[in-house]
């Protein structure tokens, strides 16, 4: 069957912003989407509003709009390009959950779009769980019995109560229609299930939780299934749990194919499995199917299903090498799995079997109609921000928390563990084989019996403490197979330790379980580098297998390697100069998808123009690590060790042009300088370069050579140290360890105590790793720039002002591009700044600058020379593709030849006045709702110099304010553009806060606010409501407290900007609980004075109304015709004599 | 170089292969030395059933699924009465078993049965190899460490095309399966290495089965009056099968309905005049993709297959009995995995399939065999009351 005809037109929507639960897997997925249809010609219409993805680069859509994933935007979308049909399974819960809203207020019907992939009700029947509890428990499977947990669906806290009275604790908590299970939990008892519950109901689109028997303990799985309009159905992928049942899967370590399983428990899973798809209706697409065993009789639960391309199916199809995505796209349009070749096995010349003559006909390829064989194993870890939150409570539960994972792949499980651990970048995720251990075995096994981020170094440690498995598996249910498996690996790093000598065959045992040269350099109180001198000339080296689908059954074309201490190699020779590009890693705040958007760039681009691109790289979620982005793949941690090998297995076959490590983040900068210590050739910017921007003293002196100014500082290298420097330059200061990323361990201090109480909680201050003392530019404007700089010119690639004043992190504050207040002149300076710098550091490439403007004085805060978190976004925001210029200037391009062959503008650059560009703000994203402390509380919500934002949205207009609400809509949800505002100030913000609250009032918001901010406001002819601040209590006359008002729902836009100092009493604390409140009740918070000028702004172009939506292609066009026009009418203007006239 | 060298309790093991190439690995199961054909496995799951599988009769089975014996054994997965396979290659074996129905070791029972196993093999080297140069005879020994020396005893050995093992694998006496529940139907199974699933299946569907030896005659086949008869799986080289071919021609002769497995489908393709081939590698795990020509589904079947039935894909060839043509492929690379007899109506008479319809191990999307099965005798029995009636 082909596809179908009868519709042209597609709307494809993505997943919005990364949040905790929802990351860029779905950038692959729906990056893979729109590639496949428009291959089978389809018009693609996309609309996300996420930046950074490599989905919304113009190129991948006929029509891209970035615009909010809300109802009212899509509609929008809709009426102006009249799509034929709407897939919405490869975009999350967002893009389902946004098509089941379009189906309910009948836009789609309307409109006569048809949804693809699963029907509204399939959705329904996936989602909604009574009906889920009805399909199981109705299905007819032979020789299974599946069940659901016994559960009641509840609607009230009275309905809650009444399901626990019958099934008694514990109890497991599940909101409908959320995504990464926001607002689940497990309650012990009845305090614990009131607080779950009424989050859970809150969380719900639809109020409605599920409260169910508890199954934890129980081994967990997982199946990826996949159908097609002729109901042929396959399993690509299952998936084990190593943390049995009780943590999300998303945090959970998780390992594929499942390990402990017989065929006949398989099997039968699998006849479950297919029986659900196929009575839930996804018609055409895939789903996953979450399972729990009891350990002790195999009785079998199926716990949910997802009608929808999930995380798992990312990790699934990089596991699997079935790109789960890409095909439920094909099924989606009608074709049959058997249509489908499957792309690893097809690009042969050959048929795989040689028939005798006249016994068939020949074949090229295999069908996608099968089921992927491993004869390898994966492992998956996740990867949690538990330290960008001290207070979090890091028990895992059902409530997902990790920001990011890591995959690893190697021929045994111990292997793929080892590597999948050190592809973390945690130090603590690693096991810590070190010294003795001094902890009492029943300490740590009680610890072990709480999941936590922790659990499993705990494990390591409970044997290496002579624990036995039957008391690990008593304190942790983790399956005893896996717990062999750490066994192992604890008695491999004893004999490690205690060999006579470090031979070819003690190193070849450490490397089959996986133990890092670190770990063993570690065990032998040597250096790594001498364990790694020593095993190489040894030639202890790995060698490079592939993903290939089959087994080795048929002859794999597509080079996806993995690294094994194995006997064969399978790195095919070449002739083309390869270049390495190493990506950035697992997902973490501060280091995310904006990362490998520039790796992918350098991947698409290099390959057109001559070069062998090689991507390195462990995360499963990412477009990097689809085998169709770069010419090989090798999926492999992101350390010294595993690059170096395969550089190795790379330099082995064939010339190799260099490695990039500039567009991976801090992951592959910091690996810089070893790799060309190591005689590796380090493409664009020299690590050399590199450090010089890192270290202080040296950039200082670059500065000081161009007259630039930085804010003082000094650098401490111990805590009186600190202190002297803080007096000489006064606080506030701004302490920070050296080398960071996301401002990790980044704090704004006020006094001496708390500059000591952070030197002694924050940092392992040395002479080597010192701490930096900056003076804080209070109140400056903070200026972000990404520049391209090719040894002689600079391409000044845009200018972004942050709306919030400098001291919140660039990756937290919302920006604007071009700048809203920046004069030309502003400009001119920043681009000469910009220049000094990046010549006298010496960049080939990009370069990210922040500056502060405050007064008339621009400072420099700080460079990196390197592919910023921005760079997504100004090449949107510009139209101009920054990370493809930056990796071509890498490998010897100048920006001269970059303008002339259109990468580039000429005669301008990306900060040129144009009336057609759009203004482009960018809006961050906060996971605190992720986020509890031990005692149930919401961790605070106030931002500050570390980086706390999960992903971005931005939102594209003509004006600013315009532009900056789509921004909030895309990322809080609806802008309030009526009903009430609370407001309470610090003192210091209270000026800057009477006219943009005086201004709220005017377009008829009721202002409540604290005692002291309400008498600033009245005294400014403000109609003010007070409120009692949660210390005092209500009031005798009935006057609530603010947080009750707030619960109430009588408050639709809270303005509260934290204390700097704490005086007395504990002002803090009111604030905190306010912001809490907020996260709660999901009403809109703004922390800044700027923040809420901002709002105003937006509010008021939204009660004008008439917002509108427009695709990329539309301003790019205007603006390619636009500079096209002045090119006519000028020449080669120069862009400084027509800033001048203009 | 084995990697767990010092570790004493291991024995160092070492497997040849007829073209030379070598693979040094360590001892589990027996120890000793075994030979046979070297053909490689893809399933993920299922070891237990594959040891136990009568087709892999002297053969020495590669797993490519590199954790093995994680589940350990139990007395309820075998396929018959003992493990068939020569000898048992693997990656990594596992030190302990886990699942509540396991009552030994993988080890273990490979040891009770004097199954040698060598383990910590790159068992995706030999995999690739095997694949590039077709099956081929293999030694693994525990006692023989020079290469040479062992290459001298692999070449000595018979090799799997022209070996006809049907009389080592089948049964001596007759067993019946009863039918679950009322009986339907009563079907005689020609064992040519059969599975226990095999009679299984049909049982749960009300047949009574009886198990018979392959050297069953067609008089004594008649005697039970059967309502179909099946020919089952089994090893070794269609092509010399020649007594269960004329039994099955004189099968066909009496209008019984017929379903064959593996090589059953073999000798059905035998018996309606087609030949048959040597694959390179065969086909051998849970995963290929198989269309049914009738329908167009294409199902997720297990296969243990090296050889193939020589057909046309694209015509139907007139018989004796029939219309022959062929009903199912493998879409990997279109042998035939089925074959049909149907009468001028096009009504089917006898048919089989060249993969494993009662999948164990494997996937149950073609357990509709047996209804269509069940379908072609309750046809025929109607058609001969009917026509006794009239």
Known sequence: MPKRTDISSILVVGSGPIVIGQACEFDYSGTQACRVLREEGYRVILVNSNPATIMTDPEFADATYIEPIQPEFLEKVIAAERPDALLATLGGQTALNAAVALSERGVLEKYGVELIGASFEAIQKGEDREKFKEIVEALNVPGANPEVARSHICHSMADVLAAADDLGYPLVVRPSFTMGGVGSGFAHDEDELLRIAGTGLSASPVTEVLIEESILGWKEYELEVMRDKADNVVIVCSIENLDPMGVHTGDSITVAPAMTLTDREYQAMRDVGIAIIRAVGVDTGGCNIQFAINPDNGRMIVIEMNPRVSRSSALASKATGFPIAKIAAKVAVGYTLDEIPNDITSHGGRPPVDPPDGASRPQFWTPASFEPTLDYVVVKCPRFAFEKFPTAENTLTTHMKSVGEAMAIGRNFTEALGKALRSLEDPKATFDFSGEVTEPLGEL?????????????????????????????????????????????????????????????????????????????????????????????????????????????????????????????????????????????????????????????????????????????????????????????????????????????????????????????????????????????????????????????????????????????????????????????????????????????????????????????????TPNSPVLVDRFLDDAIEIDVDALFDGTELYLGGVMEHIEEAGIHSGDSACALPPITLGNETIDRIRAATTSIARGVGVRGLINIQFALLGDVLYVLEANPRASRTVPFVSKATDTQLAKAAARIMLGATIADLRADGTLRTGVDGTANLEAAPLAVKEAVMPFNRFRTADGAWVDTLLGPEMKSTGEVMGLDKTFGVAFAKSQTASYGDVPTEGSVFVSVANRDKRHAIFPVKRLADLGFRVYATEGTAQVLRRNDVDVTVLRKETQGPGADGTKTVVQAIMDGDISLIFNTPLGVTEGGDPRRDGWQIRSAAILCDVPCVTTVAGLSAAVQGIEALRKGGLTVRPLQDWSADVRAELAGRDDAAGQPDEHEERASA | MPSGFFDHEQTPALLVLEDGRSFRGVSFGATGEAFGEAVFSTGMSGYQETLTDPSYHRQVVVATAPH???????????????????????????????????????????????????????????????????????????????????????????????????????????????????????????????????????????????????????????????????????????????????????????????????????????????????????????????????????????????????????????????????????????????????????????????????????????????????????????????????
């Open chain 1, 445 to 765: 096994l009680a610890a072990a019996s709480r999941p936590h981020d922790g659990r499993l170094g705990l494990v390591m440690k409970a044997f290496r403490a002579g624990g036995t498995a039957e008391q690990l598996f008593e304190a942790t249910k983790i399956d005893p197979w896996f717990l062999d498996q750490l066994q192992l690996i604890a008695e491999v790093a004893e004999q490690v330790r205690t060999a006579p000598e470090l031979t070819a065959d003690v190193l070849r045992l450490a490397k089959r379980h996986g133990i890092s040269d670190e770990q063993i350099a570690k065990l032998r109180h040597l250096s790594t580098d001498v364990v790694r001198g020593v095993r190489w000339a040894l030639g202890v080296r790995p060698v490079f297998k592939t993903v290939d689908t089959c087994a080795a059954e048929f002859a794999a074309k597509t080079p996806y390697h993995y690294s094994s201490y194995d006997e064969e190699t399978e790195v095919a020779p070449r002739t083309k100069p390869a270049v390495l590009i190493l990506g950035s890693g697992p997902n973490r705040i501060g280091q995310g998808i904006e990362f490998d958007y520039s790796c992918v760039h350098a991947a698409l681009t290099l390959s057109q123009y001559g070069y062998e691109t090689v991507m390195v790289n462990c995360n499963p979620e990412t477009v990097s690590t689809d085998y169709d982005t770069s010419d090989r793949l090798y999926f492999e941690p992101l350390t010294l060790e595993d690059v170096l090998e395969v550089y190795h297995a790379e330099a082995a076959a064939g010339p190799v042009a260099g490695v990039i490590v500039q567009l991976g983040g801090q992951t592959p900068l910091k690996l810089a300088q070893a790799l060309k210590d190591a005689g590796v050739p380090i493409v664009g910017t020299s690590p050399e370069a590199i450090h010089l921007a890192e270290e202080r003293g040296a950039f200082g002196q670059i500065l000081t050579d161009n007259g630039l100014a930085a804010p003082q500082y000094g650098m401490a290298t111990s805590a009186a140290d600190a202190l002297e420097i803080a007096h000489e330059i006064g606080y506030p200061v701004l302490v920070r360890p050296s080398y960071v990323l996301g401002g990790r361990g980044m704090e704004i201090v006020y006094d001496d105590s708390s500059l000591v109480g952070y030197i002694e909680r924050a940092t392992h201050i």
């Open chain 2, 68 to 390: 093995i014996g994680n589940t350990g054994w139990n007395d309820e997965d075998d396929e018959s009465s003992r493990i068939w396979v020569a000898g048992y290659v693997v990656r990594d074996l596992s030190r302990v078993r886990s699942n509540w129905r396991s009552n030994r070791s993988l080890d273990e029972e490979l040891r009770n049965q004097g199954v040698v196993g060598i383990a910590e093999i790159d068992t995706r080297a030999l995999t690739r190899h095997l694949r590039e140069r077709g099956a081929m005879r293999v030694g693994i020994s525990t006692v023989e460490l020079d290469p040479a020396k062992l290459l001298d005893k692999v070449l000595q050995t018979p090799s799997m095309a022209g070996s006809d093992l049907v009389a080592d694998v089948t049964l001596a006496e007759p067993e019946v399966v009863p039918a679950v529940g009322n009986k339907q139907l009563t079907v005689a199974a020609i064992d040519l290495g059969i599975k226990d699933m095999t009679p299984t299946r049909m049982a749960e569907r009300g047949i009574e089965v009886h198990v018979l030896p392959a050297s069953v005659s067609l008089d004594e086949l008649r005697e039970l009056a059967p309502d179909g008869v099946f020919f089952s799986n089994g090893p070794g080289d269609p092509a010399t099968a020649d007594a269960p071919m004329e039994l099955l021609q004189g099968v066909l002769d009496q209008g019984i309905p017929y379903f064959g497995i593996c090589f059953g489908n073999q000798i059905f393709g035998r018996a309606l005049g087609f030949g048959t081939y040597k694959l390179k590698y065969g086909h051998r795990g849970i995963n290929q993709p198989v269309k049914d020509l009738r329908t167009g589904k294409v199902e997720i079947t297990a296969q243990n297959h090296g050889f193939a039935v020589d057909a046309p894909l694209d015509r139907a060839q007139l018989t004796p009995w029939g219309h022959a043509r062929v009903s199912h492929v493998c879409l990997n690379d279109d042998v035939v995995e089925g074959l049909e007899l149907t009468d001028d109506d096009g009504n089917l008479l006898a048919f089989s399939v060249q993969y494993h319809p009662e999948a164990a191990a494997g996937p149950h999307d073609s357990a509709y065999l047996f209804d269509r099965f069940v379908d072609v005798m309750q046809r025929r029995k109607r058609s001969t009351t009917d026509a006794q009636e009239n």
